[in-house]
């Protein structure tokens, strides 16, 4: 036996995962569950001018970030080469 073999430490009786858990949100807790959805009454009959305007939204949303992304990348890699040129020339 070394030391990682400690009787202690195998002996040990397994603790209740989150179990302090329910002492923080009580009665809550039992009203939570991983795959609940809420449902609301505009997602019974969704609009489609207003799903058409947040898909639109978000596409837009995610083309900014890709532009955003590579010139930030095109940022570092020209300081970069910058920066080796004056150090290396």
Do not use: C
């Not at 039992?30 to 596409?59: F, G, W, Y």
Request: without cysteine.
């Amino acid at each position: 036996m070394g030391f990682g073999m400690n009787k202690a430490v195998y002996t040990r009786k397994p603790k209740k995962s989150f179990a302090h858990l329910k002492n923080v949100y009580g009665e809550k807790l039992e009203m939570l569950k991983h795959n609940q959805q809420v449902a609301s009454p505009q997602a019974s009959k969704p609009d489609p001018a207003t799903v058409r305007k947040l898909v639109e939204a978000q596409i837009r949303y995610n083309l900014r970030m890709k532009i955003g992304y590579w010139l930030g990348g095109l940022l570092v890699l020209a300081l970069t080469i910058w920066w080796l040129s004056s150090i290396l020339f």
